[in-house]
């Protein structure tokens, strides 16, 4: 067997953990991870599946509404809680199986426990010890709460998927990707929803017209957002939940839902016995290869804190195996990684913000459109659809596509390849649009957008 029990021990069996074992034993590595939760991670078991099967569920209610004005009568909607909440679970149980048997298949041990380590080399895995000669850090972040008085009434985005029933009132505290998602599934599922941010524009970090219209659209949907709000302290009152803001104004809701944000995994890993640093958020200090302070210890996905999003987790895991077991080096590439966000509208987006291509990149050209989509023209739904362009004036490179509206994840994806690729202005607008699709204004942009700083730029 050798000096160690194993070659490589992953500590978590989210995506990046289970992409990298499975790769590594591919490879001829002996493999072993542990995982005290579900095998599956964030994405599979609380985050990104259930809540997209959700997001689903939660657009009906609009499409029984337009039906009509395509000429189908359809009879009263009725929405059933417990059947959405029991579907959901037998499918993420479908993909816990799917993903025990690609580790099984691929001769992976795995131990259904939390693991810590002793020192670079040695895993305690509650009354025993385990060997190896790398070590893989991999156990994602977890949802992050305020210490405001009264917390401990507030649930996360962790029990959010398995409530007994649909509340007649949520309040949502946050203002990012988590916190836009879920007051869009409770509001199109009938629950009566405030959203409370204390930023004055929600999704920091994307660009500013993506905030500003989003948060437009959501307030035509009926949601109440308050922006610059933040909550001094919470009581439970009876079956009610009430809370106070800081500015002292008192608010009762059913359910109280904080999204403030996630921080890495962590605590009480003993790390610092292993020498693996961390930064001041807690999240392992790596290089470009994901190696962390220690020699034989990388670490891949949220537990970074670098980008989280599974696709990169994905991708970081495949390019550590690939490098350490496969003789093959390769390194994740962070540049124009496309993101989702499933808000209601949903948002795509790949490259820069405006703001930050201006800050890296100086003179720009912006092109910009917001129009209804045709599906509206009958049914005289209020909703709009918002395209953005970001090219750099010099190169004329397309350096940051971004849209508001139905699809828009779907029709990023496709445009993100030619982002990655450096495609120009010229190359968008010589590819012939698919008429009549919301997609094809990417390519018939012509008229550049002028806002003052834009329109002293052009007359230099």
């Known amino acids: 067997m050798g000096q160690y029990d194993y070659d490589l021990f992953v500590l978590g069996a989210g995506s990046g953990g289970v992409r990298a074992s499975r790769v590594a034993a591919s490879h001829g590595a002996r493999v072993a991870v542990c995982e005290e939760s579900r095998v599956g991670g964030t994405c599979v078991i609380r985050g990104c599946i259930p809540k997209k099967l959700m997001v689903y569920s939660a657009h009906f209610r609009d499409d029984f509404e337009d039906a009509a004005a395509f000429g189908w009568l359809l009879g009263p909607a009725e929405f059933d809680w417990a059947t959405l909440i029991a579907n959901k679970d037998t499918e993420i149980d479908r993909l816990n199986r799917i993903y025990l048997s ?72 946050g203002g990012g990707y ?59 009152r009876g079956g009610a939940i009430e809370v106070t803001l800081k500015d002292g104004t008192q608010m009762t809701t059913d359910l109280l839902m904080y999204a403030t944000g996630r921080a890495p995994n962590t605590t009480s890993l003993g790390l610092e016995r292993a020498g693996v640093a961390v930064n001041p958020r807690g999240a392992v200090v790596v290089d470009e290869w994901s190696r962390s302070s220690a020699e034989n210890i990388y ?38 990684v496309p993101a989702a966000v499933f808000s209601t509208p949903s948002v795509g987006t790949v490259g820069m913000s405006e703001a930050l291509a201006r800050e890296r990149l100086g003179a720009l050209d912006i092109y910009k459109t917001a129009f209804r989509p045709l599906k509206h023209t009958l049914t005289g739904r ?15 490179r397309v350096v940051g596509v971004h849209m508001a509206g139905p699809e828009a994840a779907e029709t990023i994806q496709g445009i993100a390849i030619a982002v990655k690729m450096g495609a120009t ?12 699709t919301a997609a094809e204004e990417f390519v018939t942009m012509r ?4 806002d003052p700083e834009n329109a002293a730029e052009a007359a230099d």
Do not use: W
């Not at 690609?102 to 009354?127: Q, Y």
């Open 178 to 236: 988590i916190a836009c998602e879920f007051v869009g599934i409770f509001n199109g599922l009938g629950a009566k929803v405030t959203q409370l941010y204390r930023g004055p524009m929600i999704l920091r970090g994307f660009d500013d017209d993506i905030r500003a219209f989003v948060g437009q659209e959501m307030k035509k949907k009926g949601i109440d957002v308050r922006l610059d709000h933040d909550i001094r302290h919470i009581e439970r």
């Open 425 to 436: 202005k010229a190359q968008f607008d010589a590819t012939v649009g698919i008429h009549p």
């Open 299 to 336: 670490a891949v996905g949220d537990v970074t804190d670098r980008i989280n999003l599974t696709p990169v987790a994905l991708n970081e895991g495949l390019c550590f195996a690939e490098t350490v077991y496969g003789h093959n080096p390769r390194k994740m590439d962070h540049l124009n």
């Open 102 to 173: 690609l580790l099984a298949e691929a001769g992976v041990d795995l131990f259904p426990c939390r693991g810590v380590l002793e020192d670079a080399h040695t895993v305690r895995l509650g009354d025993r010890t385990v060997s190896a000669e790398t070590l893989l850090i991999a156990t994602g972040g977890a949802p992050s709460v305020p210490e405001t008085p009264g917390i401990e009434h507030a649930i996360t985005s962790n029990e959010v998927f398995h409530l007994d029933s649909l509340p007649a009132r949520v309040m949502v505290v």
């Open 382 to 396: 209020d909703e709009m659809i918002l395209m953005k362009l970001v090219v750099e004036r010099k190169s004329q």
């Open 447 to 450: 008229e550049k957008y002028l």
